[in-house]
């Protein structure tokens, strides 16, 4: 098991790493995905994915930040249409507990040309 710090802080981040001996033992515990709190903080598990096996499946992602609070995913999609941002797989606006916008969030291009003369071209910087 390991718990993730803050390296300034010296505080838990809010996450952490349960390693399984046996694939059996975290298909029971993901089959058994009860809800329950620590301290008084939900606990939610998820299946997590090592670095490559996401950097296989995710290809082409541009990080986009100072997004307006009030934008959601539909929002973001719009925008990048209306300024001739072509070739769209994805969208993804960070979420709170509550389900409010954190004002950043990701999105995945089809090709790495689109996601490059983005960042290059400063097109997000109409928002």
């Known amino acids: 098991m390991r718990i993730i710090y803050d390296k300034v802080l010296c505080k838990p981040k809010g996450y952490g790493y ?9 298909s029971k515990v993901m089959a058994n995905k009860t809800s329950f709190a620590i301290n008084g903080r939900k606990i939610m598990i ?23 609070f009030s934008y959601d995913e539909g929002n973001l999609k719009s925008f990048l249409e209306k300024n001739e941002v072509n070739d769209i797989i994805d969208c993804l606006i960070t979420k709170d507990d509550s389900g409010n916008s954190k004002g950043f969030g990701f999105v995945e291009f089809d090709n790495e040309v689109e996601g490059i003369l983005i960042v290059k071209s400063n097109r997000l910087r109409k928002l």
Do not use: C
């Open 18 to 26: 349960v390693e399984f001996a046996e694939e059996e033992s975290l």
């Open 46 to 68: 998820k299946r997590s994915q090592s670095v490559t096996k996401l950097r296989e499946d995710v290809r082409n992602v541009v990080y986009v930040t100072n997004l307006p």
